[in-house]
C-alpha cells in the first residue's frame, strides 16, 4: 500500500465529513447531529478500505501471475533447448545414413 492510497483515503473522510456537516447545516437541519456526520465517515472509510483490499488484491494476483509467467518461459526455454539437441542428434544420424546410402550407391 502506497502513502499516496493513505493520503486518498484520509481526503475520502475529511471530505465525507465536511460534505455531511455542511449539507445539513443548508437544511437548517442540527448539525450538531454527529451521528449522521460519523456514519457518513464510516462509510466513506470503509469504502476506501475496500477500494484499497481490491488494490492490494490485484497488486498480489498480478505478482502471481508474473512469477508463473516467469516460470513457463524458463520451462519453455529449457524445453527448446532440449528439442534443439535432440534434431541436431538426428540429423547428424540422417546424414551419416545418407553419406553411407550414398557411398554404397556409387560402388
Known amino acids: ?8 483515503s484520509i481526503v475520502m473522510v475529511v471530505s465525507a465529513f465536511v460534505l455531511t456537516y455542511e449539507w445539513l447545516g443548508r437544511f437548517k437541519y ?6 449522521i456526520v460519523l456514519s457518513a465517515m ?7 478500505a475496500m477500494i484499497l483490499s481490491v ?9 502471481i501471475l508474473e512469477a508463473k509467467e516467469r516460470s513457463l518461459r524458463i520451462n519453455v526455454q529449457s524445453v527448446e533447448g532440449n528439442l534443439d539437441k535432440r534434431v541436431n542428434e538426428v540429423l547428424v544420424k540422417m546424414d551419416e545414413m545418407m553419406d553411407s546410402l550414398d557411398r554404397t550407391r556409387y560402388r
Open 1 to 8: 500500500m502506497e502513502s499516496r492510497d493513505i493520503i486518498f
Open 55 to 63: 488494490d492490494m488484491r490485484l497488486r498480489k494476483i498480478d505478482h
Open 42 to 48: 464510516v462509510m466513506v472509510g470503509a469504502l476506501a
Open 30 to 35: 442540527s448539525p450538531a447531529n454527529a451521528l
